[in-house]
């Protein structure tokens, strides 16, 4: 063949495998990337307590997407959120609050009134955004310039105070003002020059000290589209130099990198150190999210896993993050889902909830003191609450690349002895229980996370079961529990169905001349009649006998049968099985069967047992309905399934 063949063949399969080495380099480099990030393998200590948990999330924004009122049909979703402040901008460009008429400035508050109505019937306080430049005092009419007088500025900040903060008139507290919406955006304002925000902020202030009579309020600023530290301090030197109220400093910040929000916050803090009046002022991020164009994200779960992930870096922070934005504008096409940045899509498509709205919601489920959390990886990171015996834990496995799974381990550690039940809800609504008795202050279970999952679990003690005592096996780590002193509860996986057994180990604390009735065991049934009845065992004196009863009861009738325990010894074990068909009851001693019963019975439902406290040791609990375990507890904490 010749060369120069040879040569144009060998070019020919390098263009023609050149995207296959492209697309295995780009894999390589991804998969060396994760080869190098850390696996969660969370720890959490249920005796730590780190104070009040800080709730970054419980603020939402609305942008101007269309005239208002844009919440009127969201009052409900927004108040299951549970947020404290709403912040809307747009104000006096949207809402028409103010005219010119004959040089004269005329309020008309009436459009804002009715969003504000809708924040507070949400559950939440109004957040203003003052912006933007009323048309009417504008010196070229355009709502991103300065005013043609200052005074006419002033005029309209103190109205706004007045009409909201005023206690004669709509009488609210803890109103935030907050001067203008991403200056160096729109209308180009710096900090020198023209237009110049230092100049829109000072004016602002002086517009709201000249409202009398108000309710406590705050003013701050500047709402900067990120933070950016030189005009920061240059406006920081501005305010301090002339003494002006700064009450909570604000910017944005759309990232992919949940980092960037408490590496934000540390900048601020190294701002604000210069400025000793202003140190420990809160820190707002007024607008944020994955990205501040439309991104097909914002309608997937990556946005509602990102979320969780920044609001990790936010706590401790960050004081409030107004998640950007409630509620998308209308859809361009015929689509619902358009990459917009709502939490719901505009109704128009239907008022969908987004991954993210179902991520908020998880969080706003969290509440009380923070747990320290130890173990989180470079994908999965969570944190956790805890309000009395309760423990809530969210977790989220942020991967914008779509490709991080893990089995993660995880781990409530420090527990008090006792029955516990793990709850976990996921976004997308499905939700799995599991049941555990603690007697080592562990509990331990893998949870599956594949990419951009968020997870909520909630333990919660189901019963304070005593103490235990070494097992009937009597090998190490095999542990009963002492039922002396209160009775506890297990609920059933399944429903009891028309056959079933009962069995399980049970050392008396007392012998078999001990005449004292005890109830051991009930299970709540329904038998196609009224009232309920109740499969019970107890121990009763029947004539010269002690025995264990066994059978259906209800206020009336019973249908038992009973096993003599007369030769039982205080302090040894003995299994009974209880079994219960259509046609028969029957109780077997260690394996021996005592008696039987042939009768009608039926036998459906039951969602619980209940131990009472008999006086002695259980062990080995299991509950068959049908061929199908629908409860086991061991009591050696290990994890029963």
């Known amino acids: ?53 800080p709730r970054p999330w419980e603020a939402l924004a609305q942008g101007g997407e269309e005239p208002p009122p844009m919440l009127q049909n969201l009052v409900g979703d927004i108040k299951n959120l549970s947020p404290r402040y709403i912040r809307i901008d747009h104000i006096y460009d949207h809402y028409s609050v103010v005219e010119k008429i004959d040089g004269k400035l005329i309020y008309n508050f ?51 105070v007045k009409h909201y903060s005023g206690k004669a008139n709509k009488n609210l507290s803890g109103i935030y003002y907050e001067v203008w919406n991403e200056p160096d955006l729109f209308g180009r304002w710096g900090t020198s020059g023209d237009p110049d925000y230092r100049l829109l902020y000072h004016h602002s202030v002086t517009g709201a000290g000249k409202a009398t009579n108000t309710n406590s309020f705050f003013m701050g600023g500047p709402s900067l589209t990120s933070y950016q530290p030189t005009y920061m301090k240059n406006f920081l030197e501005y305010v301090s130099d002339n003494n002006l109220r700064l009450d909570f400093l604000t910017w944005h910040r759309y990232s992919y990198y949940p980092d960037d929000y408490s590496n934000d916050a540390q900048k601020a803090r190294e701002t604000l150190s ?190 304070s079961i ?44 007392w012998d078999g001349r001990d005449s004292t009735e005890r109830i051991i065991l009930d299970i709540p049934i329904k038998t196609g009649t009224i009232p309920v009845k109740h499969i019970t065992l107890k121990k009763s004196k029947i004539g010269f006998s002690n025995k264990l009863v066994f059978g259906i009861f209800d206020e009336n009738t019973s249908k038992i049968v009973s096993a003599a325990v007369d030769n039982w010894l205080k302090g040894e074990w003995q299994n009974v099985t209880l079994k219960y068909t259509p046609t028969e009851l029957t109780v077997l001693i260690n394996g021996t069967p005592v008696e039987d019963l042939a009768n009608n019975i039926t036998v459906r439902g039951g969602d619980e047992i209940i131990i009472y406290p008999f006086k002695g040791a259980l062990d080995n609990l299991v509950i068959e309905s049908g061929n199908k375990e629908i409860l086991k507890r061991t009591f050696d904490g290990s994890i029963d399934e």
């Open 110 to 160: 009436s459009k804002l009134d009715e969003t504000v109505s809708d924040i507070i019937a949400s559950g939440a306080l109004p957040f203003f955004s003052l912006s933007y430049m009323p048309p009417p005092i504008s010196q070229d009419g355009q709502v991103t310039s300065a005013p043609q007088d200052w005074r006419d500025w002033e005029s309209i900040v103190e109205e706004t």
């Open 274 to 463: 210069g400025f000793s009046k202003y140190e420990g002022i809160p820190f707002f991020i007024t607008e944020w999210g994955i990205d501040s164009e439309n991104n097909p994200f914002f309608d997937t779960k990556v946005s509602a896993a990102h979320t969780v992930a920044s609001l990790r870096q936010m706590l401790g922070n960050i004081n409030l993050g107004f998640i950007f934005e409630i509620k998308d504008g209308p859809p361009p096409g015929d689509s619902p889902f358009w990459g917009r940045w709502g939490l719901i899509t505009h109704e128009n498509a239907g008022l969908s909830k987004k991954p993210r709205y179902e991520a908020v919601k998880l969080l706003s489920e969290l509440r009380g003191n923070r747990v320290r959390v130890n173990g989180e990886g470079s994908w999965i990171t969570g944190f956790g609450s805890k309000t009395g015996e309760t423990i809530k834990l969210i977790l989220s496995n942020y991967d914008y690349e779509g490709l991080n799974s893990e089995n993660v381990p995880v781990t409530f550690s420090n527990l008090d002895p006792g029955s516990y039940i793990i709850d976990m809800k996921y976004t997308n609504g499905n939700t799995k229980k599991n049941e555990y008795v603690v007697t080592e202050g562990l509990i331990s279970q893998n949870v599956i996370m594949n990419p951009n999952d968020v997870i909520l679990l909630t333990l919660s003690k189901n019963a």
């Open 1 to 53: 063949m010749p060369k120069r063949l040879v040569w144009i063949v060998y070019l020919f399969i390098a263009i023609l495998t050149l995207p296959l080495l492209v697309l295995f380099v780009q894999k390589a480099q991804q998969y060396i990337s994760r080869a190098g990030g850390t696996r969660a393998s969370i720890i959490v200590d249920a005796q730590s307590n780190l104070g009040i948990l």
């Open 466 to 509: 005593g103490i235990f005592t070494q097992g009937r096996s009597e090998e190490s780590g095999d542990s009963a529990i002492l039922v002396s002193d209160a009775e506890f509860s297990l609920p059933l996986n399944a429903p009891l169905s028309s056959e079933g057994t009962i069995s399980f180990d049970i050392k008396p604390d």
